[in-house]
Every structure is written in structure tokens, then in C-alpha cells.
């Protein structure tokens, strides 16, 4: 039997990190995947998916991801019920997640939010040759 899923969206809003009574971190975020069709309109569809990362990955995801990030999500699906206040039973899918990449640099996000605010002058990049040759001594090589 196989249960695997992967996934490329973005994050609808901030991951949500929070720790369970014995100290596991966990983060739940939504994931935004596009339809790979349009609607009878012309429109771009998406499904909004749950997610659920434990443990070092949960930590890792509450503190570099943000909502409108991209990316990419390795897990499987589980479905969970429970019964809530009015006695009926509710049913929840999701996806346990045991791997998440991050598919742009945190530079780009940064980039893009400090070009709102017209900072972006202080991120220059220092290995950018401008056009000019770079002076490379040749026992700077290592091949």
C-alpha cells in the first residue's frame, strides 16, 4: 500500500505554531494549489489544503515561511474525525508533511517587501560583476 503526496503551492496566511502538552511542536498552514484547468469563465481555480508539519520540520516552517511563499510539500494523507460540541461527527483531511522545501530564497521575499518600503538599496549583491571581468588568479581555482 502507498500513501504519498506532493505538492506545490503557497501559503495562504503565516504558519500557526504551537507545542502539545508533552512539548511537540506542531505548525498547521494551508497550502494553495492551482487547478491545472480554468473555469467555464476563464478563471484560475485552486484548492486550499491543509497541512500539518511535526517536531524540528514544525519549528523550521514557523520560522522561515510566510504567508504567499512557495513551497513544496512531501507527506501523506490522513483523515481524522472527531465529534464536535453539537455531538456530530466531523470529518478532517490533511497533509502530515515530512518534508517542506522552500522553492524561492528568503532574499526574493525580503526583496520584494523592501521594495515596497524602498529599502531594497542596502541588498546589493556583492558578487555581482556589473558587467566588467572578474579578476580570478588562477591558484584561486580549484580545479
Known amino acids: 500500500m502507498l500513501n504519498r503526496v506532493i505538492l506545490i503551492g503557497r501559503l495562504t496566511r503565516d504558519p500557526e ?20 484547468f480554468t473555469s467555464q469563465g ?6 486550499f489544503i491543509p497541512v500539518v508539519t511535526w517536531r524540528q520540520l ?5 520560522n522561515y515561511c510566510r504567508k504567499g511563499r512557495l513551497v513544496a510539500v512531501e507527506g501523506r494523507i490522513q483523515v481524522r474525525n ?7 461527527r466531523v470529518y478532517v483531511t490533511e497533509i502530515i508533511a515530512d518534508n517542506v522545501r522552500f522553492l ?3 532574499n526574493k521575499d525580503n526583496n520584494r517587501s523592501n521594495s515596497n518600503s524602498n529599502r531594497n538599496s542596502n541588498n546589493q549583491d556583492p558578487f555581482s560583476d556589473n558587467g566588467k571581468p572578474i579578476d580570478i588568479s ?3 581555482l580549484p580545479f
Request: glycine share 6%; charged share 35%; hydrophobic share 30%.
Open 42 to 47: 476563464g478563471e484560475k481555480e485552486a484548492d
Open 82 to 88: 472527531y465529534e464536535n460540541n453539537e455531538g456530530k
Open 138 to 140: 588562477d591558484d584561486d
Open 58 to 62: 514544525a519549528e523550521t516552517v514557523a
Open 17 to 36: 505554531l504551537r507545542y502539545t502538552p508533552a512539548g511537540v511542536a506542531v505548525t498547521q498552514f494551508t497550502l494553495a494549489v492551482d487547478r491545472p
Open 104 to 106: 524561492e530564497s528568503q
